[in-house]
């Protein structure tokens, strides 16, 4: 794999230069060590699909939805105006982001606000890259691996994007596995409406353990994410039941990544 | 004699069905009044999408079919009422003309008619039993939450009560109609079908050995107790959960139809910031800075809202399907919706009670439902997907956690730290913007 360079909107703007595609990064994706392995997966996929992408780098501010989804509206859309404000400048059209939460503020909450683009989550994105050839999967790295996709209440029942994911697992050569409740009854991890934020209200349980139960009688070998907060979420589950050795958390851009050997 | 008779039904009929109807359209305007108490919201666009939806969602029940067993139950009795009404025309033009069986020159149509209302009767009545079973025998989970206790509980039994006495009383008065018709009395002409009144009832009735007399009188008995049993069902209705046979109708075509992900943006809070971002900016002429921000009553919730308030059925299937409430939060989805409708009543009594306004009672919604509730939801949408007709329960906890957050400054400390990381470096946690791109220094590391 060539070594390459992310640029920002900035530099590329510097060099006179357009980008084809944003990477909107995320919070999540930019500070959270875990969630950084993912950002480097899509960087490194973007780049070996051949796209000229960039990302707004320090230009870059939360996309609003914590505050939104905790009523705090102002603080919402002052972030949003200025965020709409910053794409502008670059002319951005398109964009793609491997957090559902921003996906879904940037896709559906930011038009009535002025911001106009095109907005992918990064399954989207990955699932048409192989389709169009642009990167393809070689050899069977998770051949023989139960894989089963956990869905992301803002990608699925908030926009509905349910096949992607699988259709990437189903690339992967891998035995894609539901859980007992996927899909538009998939249960959530347990983070969203600001709950990430927060320690939860009193109660039997946490919810990510409940998730976790589905997970261990999945009997997959990897549980695959598609977004930042499930993944701290689900990872919690898995220590939880002390099973690290046996089951993997990974995002599909990770799985995608490697098994494209980047 | 039978004259005399006859006009003093008739007459008792028609003022029956009078007072039945105007107090059933009194409480549906009273209804109806208390639902336009909610804050405008336009849903007059896309007319053949909400058709659609009204027609799949509500007359197809696609919804109800996530859950097959009552799904099937509720199938019968769906079909059982819509289609059992038909024969409830005949029993009105009866009743007005003191005619007997007046449809019956359809013939064949009326005969194969009768006899499928019978087999939907009868399957009304299982179905019903079912019903009754799951929630007092198997006691299914999401009938034993605590905010089914009283009311809510009694409501959902005196409807399947009823409805099993309704259609009792039904197969009771075909079976009597066909003895004397086979007697060969003369008001009781040959006509229908009765494929199930024919070994279920009439076996009884006969081995009473019961003279012309008493038949017609079991006959017009079960007749006079199924007309004024729905009337009394009708009039109850409005009080009840059962309400959802009326709304459900409209209450799906004026279901969301954007992503159910995409919160509304608050119209006045855009204006408010864009004075605050651009110190050009010109405050529009008849600007009037907003009173109040998000839900503290009722009648700050849309039309909407209220509308699914009195929707609800309280199935329950929000609440079973809701993350936090499987794991033993307080936070129920049903709850809110009965929250809702319980204040928008109270408030509507008040209202009545005062001449026309409403008078302050030091009560609002979050009297009802507590901040415990309010801060726990994820904004999942799993109640949203769950619910058969569309009703949106999230949408009002969001409302209800702006009015905490924007008038009250009330919410949880971790919440308002997350706040103010986000105003102070971009982010919900406490890290510099300067590093947010330092992730690509270790990008081939």
Redesign the interface.
């Known amino acids: 794999m060539n ?4 640029r ?1 909107m900035a530099d590329m703007m510097a060099a006179g230069e357009q980008a084809d595609i944003l990477f909107w ?1 995320g ?1 999540a ?3 959270d060590e875990r969630a ?1 392995k993912v ?2 997966a899509v ?2 996929i973007l780049h070996a699909a051949g796209l000229k992408f960039a ?1 707004l ?2 230009e ?3 996309t ?1 939805d ?10 919402f ?3 949003a ?2 965020n709409i404000a910053t794409m502008h400048a670059y002319e951005v059209k398109k964009i793609v982001t491997a957090c559902p939460h921003c996906f ?1 503020t940037l ?3 930011y038009p ?2 002025g911001g106009n683009f095109e907005v992918l989550h990064h399954t989207t994105l990955i699932n048409q890259l192989l389709q169009e050839g642009k990167i393809s999967i070689q050899g069977g790295a998770f051949k023989g691996q139960r894989i089963s996709y956990h869905d992301s ?2 990608l699925g ?4 994007i349910y096949e992607a994911p699988r259709e990437i697992i189903q690339k992967l050569d891998a035995a894609l596995v539901e859980m007992k409740r996927s899909k ?2 998939g ?2 991890c ?18 990510n ?3 976790a139960d589905d997970m261990m009688e999945s009997n997959a070998t990897i549980i695959a994410a598609a977004c930042p907060f499930c993944m701290t979420m689900l990872r919690d589950g898995v220590k939880h039941h002390n099973k690290e050795q046996d089951m993997e958390v990974k995002d599909l851009a990770e799985l995608v990544a490697n098994a494209i050997d980047l | 004699m039978r004259e005399v008779k006859n006009m003093i039904s008739q007459i008792l009929f028609l003022v029956l069905s009078g007072v039945a109807t105007y107090f059933f359209s009194k409480n549906l305007g009273k209804i109806r009044r208390n639902i336009l108490l909610g804050r405008d919201v336009d849903l007059s666009d896309n007319k053949a999408l909400r058709w659609k939806t009204m027609l799949k969602v509500a007359f197809g029940q696609t919804k109800m079919a ?1 859950r097959p067993i009552p799904f099937i139950l509720h199938f019968i009795v769906y079909a059982g009422f819509i289609l059992i009404n038909i024969e409830v025309i005949e029993i009105l033009i009866d009743g007005i003309f003191g005619t007997h069986r007046v449809l019956s020159f359809l013939g064949k149509t009326y005969h194969l008619a009768i006899g499928f209302f019978e087999i939907l009767a009868f399957g009304v009545l299982i179905a019903c039993i079912f019903f009754l079973s799951r929630r007092y025998i198997i006691k299914l989970a999401r009938f034993q939450s605590p905010e089914l206790k009283g009311f809510a509980n009694q409501d959902a039994a005196t409807i399947l009560f009823v409805e099993i006495i309704l259609m009792a009383a039904l197969l009771n008065m075909n079976a009597a109609d066909q003895i004397l018709q086979l007697r060969g009395n003369e008001h009781y002409l040959i006509a229908g079908s009765f494929p199930i009144s024919s070994w279920l009832v009439v076996p009884i009735l006969e081995s009473l050995h019961l003279s012309d007399g008493a038949l017609i009188w079991i006959e017009r008995a079960s007749w006079w107790f199924h007309i004024i049993g729905i009337f009394i069902f009708m009039n109850y209705l409005p009080f009840s959960k059962h309400f959802h046979v009326i709304l459900a109708f409209p209450n799906t075509y004026y279901s969301n139809l ?6 509304n ?2 119209a006045s ?2 204006q ?3 004075l ?2 651009d110190p050009n900016a010109q405050v529009p002429e008849g600007y009037q800075t907003p009173t109040s ?2 839900v503290k009553d009722v009648t700050d919730l849309t039309w909407k809202n209220l509308m699914d308030a009195y929707s609800c059925t309280e199935c329950g299937r929000c609440t079973s ?1 809701c ?2 409430n ?6 129920s989805p049903r709850k809110i919706m009965m929250d809702t409708r319980d204040r928008l009543e109270e408030v509507g009594k008040n209202i009545d009670a005062n001449k026309g306004t409403f008078i302050a009672d030091n009560k609002n919604l979050h009297s009802y439902i507590s901040e ?1 509730e309010l ?8 109640c ?2 769950a619910c058969p007709i569309n009703i949106n329960p999230m949408e009002i906890i ?1 409302e ?7 008038e009250e400054s009330a ?2 400390a ?2 308002n ?3 103010s990381n ?2 102070n470096n ?4 406490q ?1 510099s ?8 220094q ?3 590391s």
């Open positions: 070594e390459f360079k992310v920002t990064v919070c994706g930019s500070f950084q950002t480097k960087a490194k990302i780098g320090t870059e501010s939360c609003g914590p505050a939104k989804r905790a009523g705090n509206e102002f603080l859309q002052m972030l105006m200025q879904n896709k559906n909450e009535e606000l209440c803002y029942r908030a926009n509905n538009a009854n249960l959530c347990g983070a969203g409406g600001a709950q990430m934020f927060k320690e939860a209200e009193n109660g039997k349980k946490e919810v353990i409940e998730r | 996530a954007k992503a159910k992900g995409g919160f943006n608050m809070v855009t408010e910031v864009k605050m971002l921000f998000g399907s993350p936090q499987q794991t033993g939060k307080l936070l415990e801060w726990a939801c994820n904004t999942c949408n799993a949203v997907e969001v209800m956690r702006r009015y905490k957050v924007m919410a949880p971790p919440i730290n997350m706040f986000m105003e971009q982010a919900p946690w890290f913007p300067m590093d947010r791109a330092n992730w690509t270790e990008l081939n």
